[in-house]
């Protein structure tokens, strides 16, 4: 396969950087590790259980790339996925914490079921996100810094629907998690930023399409359609370039004015 073609020097903004990126593998994570290269940056990626897309997704993208396996589901993986990106790479400079599920469950199932849901989504989302995170903290404190990007949702602001509560609470508590990365350890060159995404063109929006309709998809997106995955990975590489340290807390709303503050 041939490989991402680079740009100018001028444009490489992260030429030097090394970035985890979990989830690489969907569409957003991999259009993050698309842009993330074509910016310079070498990039580390994660996948669940796509070995033959990440691979071929290294080889396309160059500049270095690795894949690692872990599933986030299971406690003790993210940390592990962490020591390993580590031991090959060296000096990790950003992670991406993009991998992310949607667990469906509603108050009238079996409440088996309900809490099975909920634990589930509370790994993937949110406690592998927090691990990955603590872990990351540990390696920028003793290398000069770092970046940290989290993938929310417009999901986090003021509730969501009856049948994805664990999504919404999770995708909150990741935000929180985000401002508190921020403001906890920005005077050690560690920042933090969110980007809480509506709906983007992916697997997860075209099952609901697929469900509701494309009519309910969008209704209340005042632009009329969704997002595309490479606005997310663009967004993304922005916010991991050394000039832009004055975002640490922000909360980047991609939403098509669907949800404004």
């Known amino acids: ?73 299971d406690p003790t993986r993210p940390t592990a996925l962490w020591e390993a990106a580590e031991a090959v790479a060296g000096r990790i400079t950003g992670l991406v914490n993009n991998a992310g599920i949607l667990g469906r469950v509603s108050v009238g199932d079996p409440f088996d079921a309900w809490q099975a849901v909920w634990a589930r989504d509370i790994q993937v989302n949110l406690l592998a996100a927090a691990d990955l995170s603590r872990a990351a903290i540990r390696h920028f404190r003793t290398h000069g810094g770092g970046r940290i990007v989290n993938i929310a949702s417009r999901a986090a602001q003021g509730g969501y629907r009856g049948d994805a509560m664990p999504y919404g609470a999770t995708k909150a508590a990741l935000v929180n998690l985000t401002q508190s990365i921020a403001g906890s350890f920005g005077a050690e060159g560690i920042t933090a930023v969110a980007l809480a995404p509506g709906w983007v063109r992916t697997e997860m929006a075209e099952a609901y399409v697929a469900e509701h309709g494309e009519a309910a998809a969008l209704s209340g997106i005042p632009i009329g359609r969704m997002a595309e995955p490479d606005e997310i990975a663009e967004l993304v590489a922005f916010v991991l370039r050394p000039s832009q340290v004055s975002l640490s807390g922000a909360v980047l709303d991609v939403n098509g004015a669907s949800k404004m503050r």
Not at 21 to 50: E, F, K, P, Q, W
């Open 1 to 73: 396969m041939s490989h991402v073609q680079n740009p100018p020097a001028a444009t490489r903004h992260l030429h030097g950087q090394t970035v985890l990126v979990t989830g690489a593998t969907g569409a957003i994570g991999n259009a993050i590790a698309r842009a993330l290269a074509a910016s310079g940056a070498r990039v580390l990626l994660h996948y669940a259980r796509r070995a033959e897309e990440a691979k071929a997704l290294a080889a396309e993208i160059g500049g270095g790339a690795v894949c690692f396996q872990a599933d986030l589901a």
